[in-house]
């Protein structure tokens, strides 16, 4: 299991496709990064705990909804 690229502590729960090589972010700061905005949006689910992401990433980002 991959650790947190950020607070380099927490498993991760996803990878981020958008860097190369792919960064991957556990819940805490993933969802962080969610409350500030800048979402990871193109992502790889390492765990199940992906699903909580998806969920917070659907609730609270205005990247994920479609315009019109």
Do not use: K
Not at 1 to 11: G, K, R, S
Not at 12 to 25: S, T
Not at 57 to 67: D, I, Q
């Amino acid at each position: 299991m991959p650790i947190c690229a950020e607070c380099c502590t927490a498993d991760a729960v996803i990878e981020d496709l958008d860097v190369d090589p792919p960064r991957p972010w556990c819940l805490g700061c993933a969802t962080a990064l969610v409350a500030a905005g800048d979402p990871v949006i193109n992502y790889r689910a390492l765990t199940a705990s992906a699903a909580d992401y998806s969920r917070t990433l659907t609730a609270r980002s205005t990247a994920t909804l479609p315009f019109g």
